[in-house]
């Protein structure tokens, strides 16, 4: 396409509401987070990497209720402890750890979720 069609094309989708950064980075958030089970660093992780700006990544991590983040995390914790069929404790710690910080989940509620469980 000439230059000039490109322009005229992305500010008719702007004035539409069809390209907006803060619409994809909450709806991005809402979903990466109940569908997918991601931990806040992992979300902020991602949108950086898709150049995201910190405002509206900080608009998209309101979308996540506090509430129900802890509930999923104590909910994932404990399904994944359960599958771990691991017999040395340390071992089990180790996995368990390195599962919900993949995940994105803050080191400080990993750990004190591990010394609860285990």
Same mark, same amino acid.
């Given at each position: 396409?000439?230059?000039?069609?490109?322009? =005229?094309?992305? +500010?008719?989708?702007?004035?539409?509401?069809?390209?907006?950064?803060?619409?994809?980075?909450?709806?991005?958030?809402?979903?990466?987070?109940?569908?997918?089970?991601?931990?806040?660093?992992?979300? +902020?992780?991602?949108? *950086?990497?898709?150049? +995201?700006?910190?405002?509206?990544?900080?608009?998209?991590?309101?979308?996540?209720?506090?509430?129900?983040?802890?509930?999923?995390f104590d909910e994932l914790a404990k399904k994944r402890?359960?599958?771990?069929?691991?017999?040395? +404790?340390?071992?089990?710690?180790?996995? %368990?750890?390195?599962? %919900?910080?993949?995940?994105?989940?803050?080191?400080?509620?990993?750990?004190? *979720?591990?010394?609860?469980? =285990?």
């Amino acid at each position: 396409m000439i230059p000039q069609a490109i322009e =005229l094309i992305i +500010v008719h989708l702007i004035k539409e509401n069809y390209l907006n950064e803060e619409r994809f980075a909450r709806s991005f958030a809402r979903g990466k987070f109940s569908i997918k089970k991601w931990g806040k660093r992992r979300i +902020v992780a991602e949108l *950086k990497q898709r150049q +995201v700006s910190q405002f509206n990544i900080k608009a998209a991590l309101t979308e996540i209720d506090e509430t129900a983040y802890l509930s999923t995390f104590d909910e994932l914790a404990k399904k994944r402890l359960s599958q771990i069929k691991e017999k040395n +404790v340390f071992k089990r710690k180790r996995k %368990l750890a390195d599962y %919900l910080i993949y995940r994105g989940w803050e080191n400080e509620l990993v750990y004190a *979720k591990i010394r609860e469980l =285990l």
